[in-house]
Antibody
Framework: QVQLVESGGGVVQPGGSLRLSCAAS????????MHWVRQAPGKGLEWVAF????????YYADSVRGRFTISRDNSKNTLYLQMNSLRAEDTAVYYC?????????????????WGQGTLVTVSS | QSALTQPASVSGSPGQSITISCTGT?????????VSWYQQHPGKAPKLMIY???KRPSGVSNRFSGSKSGNTASLTISGLQAEDEADYYC????????FGGGTKLTVL
């Protein structure tokens, strides 16, 4: 079945960097756009970034543009999120999520399924 | 502040119907047929319940339905069950992807 498994979370100091990974299985990874969505402790969902199925287009939330980079390796069925210049407000559970439909050119709003999430804590 | 406005909480008794609203603007909910709804139980990942405003993915109960009127989308849950108690989020597109602030559903 379709499975997404995030890894790479942890505790990092403000200004530091972290790279998250999302290992995909059970579907043709190279045919689907992928997203990162985060959720601060006790708060709601916040969309972070989208990468097109072929990696040619990337979209970011204003809150992370210029600091975060989404990428993918279709040969390894893996999605990444490189996070630089981290701030306390970036503390959250980060989920990767698959686009519901294949070969989507622009960011959609339907994500299915989601991974279990990985916690990133930015603190000194 | 979320671009989409949802009530913080709603409640209902088993067997009843409830509706959760999601109010946007002419630039998002009203302009695009891209509204989706997610259910999230405590400590779990969100689950897609409705896409394209009113369509249900395979496996989602037909007790869940979505609709839209102008700049307001709605999620209706009929025949409330205890397992429906969760947080619900709407999602739409406005220059970028935006979520509502979430609604906590309590089944009394």
């Amino acid at each position: 079945q379709v499975q997404l498994v995030e890894s790479g979370g942890g505790v990092v100091q403000p200004g530091g960097s972290l790279r998250l990974s999302c290992a995909a299985s059970g579907f043709t990874f190279s045919s689907y756009g992928m997203h990162w969505v985060r959720q601060a402790p006790g708060k709601g969902l916040e969309w972070v970034a989208f990468i097109r199925y072929d990696g040619t287009y990337k979209y970011y939330a204003d809150s992370v543009r210029g600091r975060f980079t989404i990428s993918r390796d279709n040969s390894k069925n893996t999605l990444y999120l490189q996070m630089n210049s981290l701030r306390a407000e970036d503390t959250a559970v980060y989920y990767c999520a698959k686009d519901f439909f294949p070969i989507v050119v622009l960011p959609s709003t339907w994500f299915d399924p989601w991974g279990q999430g990985t916690l990133v804590t930015v603190s000194s | 502040q979320s671009a989409l406005t949802q009530p913080a909480s709603v409640s209902g008794s088993p067997g009843q119907s409830i509706t959760i609203s999601c109010t946007g603007t002419s630039s998002d909910v009203e302009s695009y047929n891209l509204v989706s709804w997610y259910q999230q139980h405590p400590g779990k990942a969100p689950k897609l319940m409705i896409y394209e405003g009113s369509k249900r993915p395979s496996g989602v109960s037909n007790r869940f339905s979505g609709s839209k009127s102008g700049n307001t989308a709605s999620l209706t849950i009929s025949g409330l069950q205890a397992e429906d108690e969760a947080d619900y989020y709407c999602c739409s597109y406005a220059d970028n992807v935006v979520f509502g602030g979430g609604t906590k559903l309590t089944v009394l």
